[in-house]
T-cell receptor, first 115, second 115 residues
Framework: ETGVTQTPRHLVMGMTNKKSLKCEQHLGHNAMYWYKQSAKKPLELMFVYSLEERVENNSVPSRFSPECPNSSHLFLHLHTLQPEDSALYLC??????????????FGPGTRLTVL | AQSVSQHNHHVILSEAASLELGCNYSYGGTVNLFWYVQYPGQHLQLLLKYFSGDPLVKGIKGFEAEFIKSKFSFNLRKPSVQWSDTAEYFCAVRSDDFGNEKLTFGTGTRLTIIP
């Protein structure tokens, strides 16, 4: 148990649906991250939040919309996705953003399938 | 920007064999280096990390890695693997540059141990 939980664990959605992924960390960390993990590709950083402010947006399409209402919760709102968005979406947290010795703790991921 | 190369995409070994997984990174400055492991159906978890000091780092479950700065390498080793080591292994690097603190991952190496 890493202290980072994600729901749902699996999600199947159509291209016209709107859904949200949820991440919660129980570690008292100040930074939270969304990553995309696709087969045969490196983990891709999507967004970083530090103290509830977005500090990194890695050229992610606007059909992905993050929200960080407090330092323990992170959401990824999805709308009008494409089949190529099917992947494992990982949430992570670390004590702080931008400090060299930070270690990131990962959640189990949400397996997303877009039909 | 930094990048990470993991040359072995899939490694198959018998139990008790010795393991070495390659990781090379491209970045000339100060870096932190990590190996993460993802067991089947489980979340990504930290295996070991290098920040500074002794370049030979010992991690959990008998794994170790050696940082060779001149070769920009951080290879993962284990003298005798077990069936339970079957997993996907990811090397990651983070630079010390202000504004470039994100973690960059390799594509991963899938390790299959045959009993």
């Amino acid at each position: 148990e890493t202290g980072v939980t994600q729901t749902p664990r699996h999600l199947v959605m159509g291209m016209t649906n709107k859904k949200s992924l949820k991440c919660e960390q129980h570690l008292g960390h100040n930074a939270m991250y969304w990553y995309k993990q696709s087969a045969k590709k490196p983990l891709e950083l999507m967004f970083v939040y530090s103290l509830e402010e977005r500090v990194e947006n890695n050229s992610v399409p606007s059909r992905f919309s993050p929200e960080c209402p407090n330092s323990s919760h992170l959401f990824l709102h999805l709308h009008t996705l494409q089949p190529e968005d099917s992947a494992l979406y990982l949430c992570a947290s670390s004590q702080d953003w931008g400090r060299l010795h930070n270690e990131q703790f990962f959640g189990p991921g949400t397996r997303l399938t877009v039909l | 920007a930094q990048s990470v190369s993991q040359h072995n995409h899939h490694v198959i070994l018998s139990e008790a064999a010795s393991l070495e997984l390659g990781c090379n990174y491209s970045y000339g400055g100060t870096v932190n280096l990590f190996w993460y492991v993802q067991y089947p159906g489980q979340h990504l978890q930290l295996l070991l990390k290098y920040f500074s000091g002794d370049p030979l780092v010992k991690g959990i479950k008998g794994f170790e890695a050696e940082f060779i700065k001149s070769k920009f390498s951080f290879n993962l080793r284990k003298p005798s693997v077990q069936w339970s080591d079957t997993a996907e292994y990811f090397c990651a690097v983070r630079s010390d540059d202000f504004g470039n603190e994100k973690l960059t991952f390799g594509t991963g190496t899938r390790l299959t141990i045959i009993p």
